[in-house]
C-alpha cells in the first residue's frame, strides 16, 4: 500500500485574461520534475517565502511548508483579535500565502486549543518541546514527512540562543526526524495505517555566504511571472497582514544560502552544490536509469521515458491552451500505463511503493494541468454558507469551459459529510462542454439535527468531484466552495461585557448584561432567553421572549444580575442559554472577516467571566486613551467606572488635553499613529502643566528614539534577550514606598501571581537617571530587568514607561495587573 497522499484541493477560480497564461505555466512546470522539498517552521509567516517559490515556481518542485502552531500567542496588527481569534486569522493568511506561491501546506497543530499551541515567546527549545508534549509534536512531524514523502527538508531557523524556542524546537526535530523518520521502531503505529518510512534525502540549514553548500538565486527574474522570485515570495508574505509582513524588493540579484547539514545518499557532494538536488533523482529520465540499474524491467523504464518524453512536449506547447491540453491528455494516458505497469512489476517493493507515490502525484498535477489549460471552471455553490442543524438547503454545482476544446462526459457529484444526504434535482451528468457553455445541478441537500458545529481548522464539509473527458482519458477535479460552510448555533448569543470585574468593595452595585442574538435558523423564529448565575446569585429578568421575522436578525436583551451578599474573591461565570421547543443553544459564533481571507468563524460558549476582588477606583478620572489598534483595554476601563475618551488624530494635534487626568498611549502607538511624533511636544507639554503621560511598550522600529520621552529611553537590542518570558517570575517592588504601588490600591506580593504568557516585553536598556526604577524582574537564571516600569517627575505632572504587557493581562482580568493599572492612570503630583 501506498503512503497517505496529500494534496491541496483543486479549488478552481475564475480565469482572467492578466493571469491565465501565467496560471497554466504554474500548473504545467512540475510536470518536468519528480523531486519534492519540505520547509518547516513554527509559527504561520515562518516560511522562507523566496526560497519555497523558486522552488515551486521557478523549478515546479513539489513544495510543502509545515508549519507547528496557529500562532495564537502573536499579535495583531490589523484588529483587536488574540488568541484562538488570532490563530484562526493567521491560519488563514498561512493559507493564502502558500497559494501564492503554489505550496502544500501542512499543520502540526490540528485544532482549536491543541496542544501545539503558541503559549507566547520562548527562550529555550527545551521549554517548547515540554509544553507542546516532545512525542506529540514529533509523531506528526514524522508523519508528515511520511506522508509528504520529500527528497529534501530545510528547517526554516537554526538552534541558536538568540532565536525564539519555538524556531529552536522546529529545528531540534526537524534535525532528529531526518534519520527517524525512516525507521520502522519509530511510531510503528504508522505501518498499521499503511503509512510508510521514508527516507529524506538531504537535510539543508539556513546559513550565510561565508559558509554554504548551496545558494538559492531568489533574484532571479522570470519573464512569465514578471518578477523575481524574492518579489514573488513577497507577495506571498504580504499575505499576513495581521504581523505586517512583506516588503517591496527592487529587481536584482539576491540569494538565500544553505549549508548542507546531513545526507543519505551515496554521491559525493560537491563543496558547492548547483542546487539540492544534486545526487538526487530529479526527472523522469533520472527514475528510469535508477530503475535501470536494478536490471530488470524494462517495461517500467521505457514508461518512464515516456513520461519525460510527455512532459517535454507539454512544455514546447505552451503557450497555446488547446495544444497544451491535448499533450496533458497524452501524458494522462502514458501515466495510466506507468501506473499499471509497476504495479506488475517485480520491483522491489520499496521501489514500486517510492513508484506509485511519485506517479500519484503526477496524475493529481496532470488534473490540474487539464484544468487550467482547458480553462474549465468549476464551482460548489451553497445558497448559503451559514446553516444550522436540521435544515434542507440547495447547493448547486457548476462547471464551465472557457477553452476551445470540446470536452465530454461530464460528471458532477456533490459530497457531503456522514449521515446527510443531497440529492440532484436534475441531471448530474452532460454529454458534452463546449466553449463559454456552463453545466449546473442543483443538490437538495439535508443536514441532520445532531449534524457537528463548524470547526474553523477542518476541511470543507461540502465538496464536488466534477470529471470529463478530453482526448480519451478523464479528468477529475475536487472542488471546494470559495466561501467556509459552516454548521451554527440556531441562536447564536454574545454577552456584553464578555469579561468584566467584580468590585467586593461595592458587590451590591448589580452587573448590567446585555445578550444579542442573531437567528441563524432558515426563516421566521420565536426563542426565549436566560440567563445561568452562580449559586446565591439573582437575575433579572428570569426570561426574555425575542421573535425573530427571518433568518440573520439579531436582537438584543437586557439583564441585571446581582452578586450574593457575601461574595468572595474569585472566579465566576454567568451563561446564556437560548430555547425554541427542543432546540437548545448555549454558545455565540463569533465572526472574523478580513478582504484577504473571507469570513470564519470561532464558536464559543455564550458566556459573562467575572472575576471579583478589592479595587479602589478615584472618583472624576477621566483617561484620554491612543489606541494603535492592538488592545481594547480602554474597554475594561470603562466597566470600572472610568470616563475613558479614545482620542483621535485631531484631538491629539488640536484638542484640549488638559481636560484629561491621564493620556495613554497604546502599545506601539508611534508605529502605527502618525500625528503622534509630530505631537509629541504637545504631550510632554501636557506632562509639564500637570498631567499624567502613560507609555506602554515600544520596538525600536516603531520609530521609538530615546528623546521621544522627556528625558532618555533606550530599547535594549537583540529585543529576543530584552524580555520576560516566565509569567509567575519573582517580582521585585524597588521602590515600594512610591504611590505607584500604594495609592489608590495598596499593591502587595499577591497582585503579581496569576499573570499569563509573559511579564514584560522589549525592555530598556538604557534610561534617564531621572525616572525611579520601580521593579526588577527576569527569567529564572537569567539577570533581572530594572527598566520594565519606570516612572519621573516632568515640570508639574508624571510621566511613566511601562514594559508591562497589559495588553495581555487586562483583558484575562487579572487582578493585580487591574489593581496596578488603576493606580498607574490615577498618578498625579
Known sequence: MTGTLVFPLVAAQPVYADRGIADLWKSIKPLTTIASAMNTGAHPDDEHSATLAYLSLGKGVNTFSVIANRGEGGQNEIGSELGNALGMIRTRELQEASKVTNVTLGMLSEEINDAIFDFGFSKSPDETLAKWGDSVVYERLIRKIREMRPDVIIPAFLNEESTHGHHRAINVITVRAFKDAADPTIFPEHLKKGLQPWQVKKLYLPADNKDYNVLVPTGDYDEIYGASYLQLGEESRFMHKSQGMGRLYDEGPSGSYYKLGATATTAKSADKEKDFFDGIAYSFEDLAKEVETKGKDNKVTKDLRSLQKDADEVIAAYPNFAKVTREVHEMKADLQAALTDVTASDLQEVTKEDLLYRLHVKEEQLNKASMEAASVVAKVKPATGELVAGQTTKVVVTAYSGGSVELNKINMNLNVPEGWTAKPTGSASFDQLKYNQTVSTTYEVTIPKNAAEF?????????????????????????????????????????????????????????????????????????????????????????????????????????????????????????????????????????????????????????????????????????????????????????????????????????????????????????????????????????????????????????????????????????????????????????????????????????????????????????????????????????????????????????????????????????????????????KQ
Do not use: C
Open 455 to 827: 470547526k474553523p481548522y477542518d476541511a470543507s464539509i461540502l465538496s464536488a468531484n466534477v470529471t470529463y473527458e478530453a482526448f480519451g482519458t478523464s479528468t477529475k477535479l475536487k472542488v471546494v466552495p470559495q466561501t467556509a460552510v459552516a454548521i451554527l448555533p440556531a441562536y447564536s448569543m454574545s454577552l456584553s461585557p464578555s469579561a468584566t470585574v467584580l468590585n467586593t468593595l461595592k458587590s451590591d452595585e448589580p452587573v448590567p448584561v446585555k445578550v444579542t442574538v442573531r437567528n441563524y435558523t432558515p426563516g421566521a423564529s420565536k426563542a426565549s432567553i436566560s440567563l445561568n448565575v452562580p449559586e446565591g446569585w439573582s437575575v433579572e429578568p428570569a426570561v426574555e421572549e425575542l421573535s425573530f421575522a427571518s433568518k440573520g436578525e439579531t436582537k438584543s436583551v437586557s439583564f441585571s444580575v446581582k452578586a450574593s451578599s457575601e461574595v468572595a474573591v474569585g472566579k465566576y461565570t454567568v451563561s446564556a442559554v437560548a430555547k425554541n421547543g427542543d432546540i437548545v443553544s448555549t454558545e455565540g459564533a463569533q465572526v472574523i472577516e478580513y478582504p484577504h481571507i473571507g469570513k470564519t468563524y470561532l464558536i464559543q460558549p455564550a458566556e459573562l467571566k467575572i472575576q471579583a476582588f478589592n479595587l479602589s477606583v478615584p472618583k472624576n478620572l477621566k483617561v484620554g486613551y491612543v489606541s494603535s489598534g492592538f488592545d481594547n483595554i480602554d474597554q475594561y476601563l470603562r466597566q470600572l467606572g472610568i470616563d475613558v475618551v479614545k482620542l483621535e488624530a485631531k484631538d491629539i494635534q488640536f484638542g484640549d488635553l488638559s481636560q484629561y487626568n491621564t493620556i495613554v498611549l497604546g502599545i506601539r502607538a508611534y508605529a502605527f499613529r502618525p500625528e503622534l511624533i509630530p505631537s509629541n511636544q504637545r504631550l510632554l507639554s501636557y506632562v509639564e502643566n500637570g498631567g499624567n503621560l502613560v507609555v506602554q511598550y515600544h520596538k525600536p522600529e516603531d520609530k521609538w528614539t530615546p528623546n521621544l520621552a522627556p528625558f532618555p529611553i533606550k530599547i535594549g537590542e537583540p529585543l529576543i534577550k530584552w524580555r520576560v518570558t516566565d509569567e509567575s517570575s519573582k517580582v521585585t517592588m524597588l521602590a515600594p514606598d512610591s504611590p505607584m504601588f500604594n495609592t489608590p490600591n495598596k499593591i502587595t506580593a499577591e497582585d503579581w501571581d496569576g499573570w499569563i504568557q509573559d511579564r514584560s516585553a522589549y525592555n530598556p536598556d538604557q534610561w534617564g537617571s531621572e525616572y525611579t526604577e520601580l521593579i526588577s524582574n527576569g527569567d529564572p537564571g537569567e539577570k533581572e530587568f530594572t527598566g520594565t516600569f519606570l516612572t519621573a517627575p516632568y515640570g508639574k505632572g508624571i510621566y511613566t514607561y511601562s514594559s508591562l504587557v497589559w495588553y495581555r493581562e487586562i483583558p484575562n482580568l487579572v487582578p493585580g495587573s487591574i489593581r496596578l493599572f488603576v493606580n498607574m492612570i490615577s498618578q
